[in-house]
């Protein structure tokens, strides 16, 4: 049995030491025990993953972790961006006819809000495609 196949049966990362033992026990078994009978047979908790794996895991929980705050932190920029949405159209209902100043401001601002919201559904999108 190789190490990448024995990993993949206990669904791990080994170190080279631990799986040479572990060759070592599948080697002593007789020859009708195949390589998924003898993995049944031990206990996948009790064999330690690599230092090296435990790491990499550790990273990838901590990036993952990360963005989805990046995402969190994104979808509050979106919910402010429509509040002043909100407010401009509301503002925009009230102004009167001889402030046409304003008026244009208003859709700037409300344009403008659109605009930032579409950007930050399309960096929501790129960040859910890396964890996905």
Known sequence: MMQCEFEALIGKEVSVETF?????????????????????????????????????RMEKEQLIHDIKQQIADLEEKIK????????????LE???????EWVKDYKRW???SKKIIAQYKAEIRQLKQIIA
């Not at 031990?42 to 993953?49: C, D, G, H, L, S």
């Not at 009230?94 to 046409?100: F, N, S, T, Y």
């Open 110 to 112: 409300i344009a403008c």
């Open 94 to 100: 009230e102004v009167l006819p001889d402030e046409k």
């Open 80 to 91: 402010y961006e429509q509040r002043n949405i909100a407010y401009c159209k509301c503002c």
């Open 20 to 56: 040479k033992m572990y060759e070592a026990m599948y080697l002593a078994l007789p020859d009708n025990i195949g390589k998924v009978d003898f993995v049944s047979m031990i206990n996948i908790k009790a064999i330690p993953e690599s230092e090296e794996a435990i790491h990499l």
